[in-house]
């Protein structure tokens, strides 16, 4: 990865965001290493990218495998000036970034599972992890994404859920730079407009992109287990699902198909 021609391929938005570049041949986590500078009084917009993860991190504490040159990894930290409620539908802003990054480079029929997945045929292209930290009053935002770009047939038999990569998709890759730039770029455009405009932009786009969406689903959330059909996002960007008892918004679990269609 290298930053000068990086950052020949930003957009004017992304530019704006971006006041340090760090590049890492290997390290535990982009997010951990963020937060870890957060902590130690760094202030600026920042980027860490890495070639590979010896510990990356998914939701709910889940390894995010992460062989060197098999996938890209970054966290871009912003200071961030709205309330914390505005989580749960920025990491829907994320994913639909990344998604719209991809298929600017070809990779077409890209979909999205409720909260911030990214499918092909119902296989993980990537994910996202968005963590806040509050330092000195003020609050730091890190948006961590992963992308699987090549990965070995040995990390593929690893990973207990069905994965895919961009490689397998798109057949000719675009360079490192060239990739990181497209979704920073639509990342960082996406996040200005959020912020004059909030979610309401983004619900629609949210919803044509949603694999479950008008289909019968699962939601587990510890114990707590609810069977309905998904009517796709709210306003808020929580997972509206219409049960037996009416329709509830739902703010945080883990999707599953319903095994038995509902009457």
Known sequence: MNEHVLRNLLNVEAEQ???????FDEIDSTNSESLRQIQSGATENRLVVASS???????????????KNAGLYFSLTRSFPLEASALQSLSLVTAISVVEALHELGAAKLTLKWPNDVLYEKRKLGGILL??????????????????????ADSIASIDRPVVDLQSIVGELPTPEALLAALLNQLCRNLYDYERNGFSNFSRRWNELDCYRLSDIVIQNGASRIIGKSLGVGADGSLLVQTSSGTQSITSGEIFPSLHPLS
């Not at 965001?17 to 590049?23: A, D, G, L």
């Not at 993860?53 to 062989?67: E, F, I, M, N």
């Not at 963590?131 to 090549?150: H, M, P």
């Open 17 to 23: 965001s971006i006041s340090k570049v760090q590049i």
């Open 53 to 67: 993860q010896t510990a990356g991190r998914g939701r709910r504490g889940r390894q995010w495998l992460s062989p």
């Open 131 to 152: 963590e806040l930290q509050l330092k000195e009053a003020t609050r730091f935002l890190v948006f961590g994404i992963g992308v699987n770009i090549n990965l070995p």
